[in-house]
């Protein structure tokens, strides 16, 4: 099928280069990355992802880790154990 439709959206400069090195990485260029997000669309019947907004227990985790607070473990039961699982 020949590519005739064409794609324009604007985004964050910042965002556009990170993106871009994924792609990189991943062996993709930004045409091959967008028609593989749409190509999911279409067998998803929806976004690929699950996309909600974190509650604030999760906001404050993903902050903290951000900022490099959060708790480090060696081993995966030292997580469990702190999980009280």
Do not use: C, S
């Amino acid at each position: 099928m020949p590519k005739t439709a064409m794609i324009r959206a604007r985004t964050n400069q910042a965002l556009k280069e990170e993106a871009e090195h994924v792609f990189h990485e991943l062996g993709l260029n930004q045409t091959q990355a967008i028609n593989l997000f749409y190509r999911q669309v279409v067998l998803h019947h929806g976004l690929p992802f699950e996309v909600k907004i974190p509650n604030a227990t999760t906001k404050a985790a993903i902050d903290a880790a951000r900022r490099g607070d959060g708790q480090r473990h060696e081993k995966l039961g030292e997580v469990f154990a702190d999980l009280e699982i």
